[in-house]
């Protein structure tokens, strides 16, 4: 983490598995890679060009390209390379490039994609004038009628535990364990309280930057029943890997947490990992927001 970029999840080989696993999460609980009406509006167009930003490992990229004709073109962006696949592993018309979103794009891809797709930049956010930012920045990407959809998970809101048997208050700790990272000092700020000052200003701010047809999809995270309670909490608890490593730490601190809280957690990681084997789940809302930059 640094003050350029503020990204508090580390970029290891473990979480570049699990945000590929957290993809296939996402699109199987939200149903679809792009909202349908974007869909439409892409097989109107011959060669579409789509970026995806904040794409981490690119695998937003390389799914939705099993769907679009080979005379698409697809760049990812993302402020940091390290989980970019490897060049020899993509396909020739997709392209990776380092840009940090908070910054205007280079020159040369404004005005030039069809789509823009954005997915979890809220552990890079510190503010609502950062979410007005990039959301200025990407949009300016779009072509006359291109169209951007941005996915945001809403762990503010996130109901630790549910589970078959009720638990006595206080004592899950599975409860205990999200509630350490979603209320750490350096969260705070990237989670307020008032989502309108995160995320929940993108309707508001797509409309202010002047797109048409402003929508949001607001999905439950254990839409799909069993399945998708424990892949989504898996998921999230995977974040923290084993629960006890030097990184896991190391991650923990630069979220603002001190030395008890990060003592607690670690007692409370395995026996977070034991009630989601018995039936316990973490649930959140999925916010899509998407919209249309008009037609010339
Ligand atoms: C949780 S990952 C999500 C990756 C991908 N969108 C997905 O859903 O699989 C967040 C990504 O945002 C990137 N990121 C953070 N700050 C950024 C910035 N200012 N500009 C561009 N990318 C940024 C990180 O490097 C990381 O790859």
């Known amino acids: 983490m640094t003050q350029d970029d503020p990204y508090l999840i580390g970029r290891s080989r473990q979480e570049t598995e699990r945000l590929n696993r957290q993809h296939q999460f996402y699109h199987k609980t939200i149903g679809y890679l792009l909202h349908p009406s974007i869909t439409s509006h892409l097989a109107t167009v011959p060669n579409p060009r789509i970026a995806d930003v904040a794409t981490g490992t690119g695998i937003f990229l390389r799914e939705v390209a099993k769907s679009l004709p080979p005379t698409a073109q697809f760049d990812g962006f993302d402020i940091s390379p390290d989980q970019f696949p490897a060049p020899e592993t993509v396909p020739k018309n997709m392209r990776f490039h380092v840009v940090n979103a908070k910054q205007p794009f280079p020159a040369e891809f404004i005005g030039k994609f069809h789509v823009v797709h954005l997915r979890l930049l809220v552990c890079a956010m510190c503010s609502v004038e950062d979410w007005t930012t990039v959301a200025r920045n990407v949009i300016a990407l779009l072509k006359p009628g291109g169209a951007i959809q941005w996915t945001e998970g809403h762990f503010r809101a996130m109901l630790p535990v549910l589970r078959s048997s009720p638990v006595p208050a206080g004592t899950s700790a599975l409860d205990t364990f999200m509630g350490l990272w979603i209320n750490a000092p350096e969260m705070k ?51 923290f890997g084993s629960g006890m490593s030097r990184e896991e730490e190391k991650l923990l601190k630069g979220m603002g947490l001190g030395d008890e809280e990060v003592q607690l957690w670690k007692e409370v990681y395995p026996k977070a990992v034991q009630e989601k084997e018995e039936g316990a789940y973490v649930m959140f809302p999925i916010h899509v927001t998407f919209g249309f930059k008009p037609s010339r």
């Not at 200003?201 to 439950?220: H, Q």
């Open 189 to 239: 700020d990237k989670m307020p309280l008032d989502i309108s000052k995160a995320f929940g200003c993108l309707l508001r701010v797509f409309k202010e930057l002047g797109l048409k047809s402003v929508m949001r999809d607001v999905v439950p995270s254990d839409r799909l029943g069993e399945w998708g309670r424990k892949e989504g909490t898996e998921v999230e608890l995977a974040l």
